[in-house]
Structure formats: C-alpha cells, structure tokens
C-alpha cells in the first residue's frame, strides 16, 4: 500500500511537475467576469500576468469542489493505496473545507493537511512530506510531523507595487496613490494563515534589505529542510536582483536555488514584480 499526495494548484506546483512527482494535481478555477478558467491547466502563470495587465476586470478564484476531491480519493483508495491532502490555508479559500467534507467517505484511507499557507510555503510542505516518505513514515506518522513543522515555515514576498492591493479592496486608493510615489515597497508575509503586513521600504533595495533583515530576525533558514524563491509576472528580473544582493544567505549552502514563479491565488493581489522566498525557520 503506498501513499498518494494530492495538492492543489494553489502551491504553484505546475501540472507537469506533479506527474513529475507522481502528484495528484487538483486545479482551483480563475475567473476574468464571465470567463473561467482551470488555474495553470487551461491558463498558464504567463497567461494569467498578461491579463492581470491588460484587462480592467480583477479576477477571482473559485475553490476546488468537493466532487474533485471525492473522485481524486476514489481514484486512489481503489487502487488500495492512502492519500494524503495538503491545501492551501482555510483562511483564504473553501478547498481545505471541501476536501475535509469529501474526506468523511473514506475514514482512515485519506488524511487532510491545512499547510495554513499558499504558494511556495504550501509547495515546502509537501516537499517536506514527500520526504518524510521516502523515509518510511506511515500516513499518520507523516501528518503528524506535517502538522508540527507547518508552523515553523515562514513565508515572506516583497511587492513591487501597491496597486493590485488597492485593486482587490485590501487598500485605500489614497495609499495606494501615496505609496506609489514614495516608491513604497511593502513586505507581507502569511501568518496563522493569513495575510498580513509586515514591514515597509522605500524603494527596491531597501525593500531587498527588510528581507534579509525579516529572515534572520526568523532565526535564518534551515538549509536541511526543502526552501523556495518564487517572482511573480512576466519576469524574473527582480528576484535575481535580491538573489544577488543576498547571496551571502545561499553561498556557503547551496549552489542552485529553487526558483518558481507564483500563480493566481497570491498573483492577483501581489501583481507583478513580487519576490517571495519561503523556509523552514531555525
């Protein structure tokens, strides 16, 4: 009997490279007003930043179903195997309650991990889950340990503007218009599950400064546990920037980073030229 991983498109993991890892990938839906979209299936990550840019419209994101989470379940208890869930926070969409509620038919064959995160935070759980795996862990004994550790992930991302907050009603326009032309670089991290606001800068390098500045007052990062950067929009010209500006986080531990790019969940209120690293604390 092995154990089966399904996660869902929150975590930026790409469809390709769930198959990759023998994943379940399950998609949340993208609407632009009346047109809807399966996030990274039928939109990619290129294709939601062009229309983020493009249109007027602000889209929204639709959860992941409980008949989705209920036939992916079927799919792997038929096979006699146990299946392990990892959503992205319950605090900021429906999917962890949906596969909580699809759970109920298949007790004791599927287990269901609110990773209290989005994005790459999400990604570095499974990460770590898949590792605890491959050591020999049972499904439990896994959860378990997923449960603990989830809290000592820290996931921070630097803005490069105000406006796609102000957009989604998360600021005022008036702040919005006055952080702009302060060249106000705002820090946001996810905590207890939420977004929250967690420090300010003027300009790109001061910003990439209060980065490295949030990271050690963390403890620095675990280099023995799964770590992520990611960017969001067209390019990732700003986080090679804060890479190189940092390098004396990464130099002495490794020398290739993981880097992703950050789809629409977190996408649509960090609009572009965001940089995010995730980890594990000391």
Sequence with gaps: MAIKFIIDSASDILPSEAEALGLIHLPLKVLFGEQEFSDSVDLTHKEFYEKLIETDIF???????PDAFATAFQKVTEAGDTAIVITLSGKLSGTYQSAMIAADDFEGKVFVIDSESVTIGERILLQRGLALRDQGLSAAEIVEKLNEEKHHIRLLALLDTLEYLKKGGRISAAVAFAGNILSIKPV????NGEVSLVGKARGSKKGNNLLRELIANCGGINFDKPFALAYSGLSDHLLQK???DSSEIWSTHTDKLPISSVGCTIGAHAGP???????FEN
């Design 188 to 191: 946001i991290a996810i905590e």
């Design 59 to 65: 889209p929204t994101t639709s959860q992941v179903n």
């Design 242 to 244: 804060y890479i190189e």
């Design 273 to 279: 030229g965001a940089v995010a690293i995730a980890f």
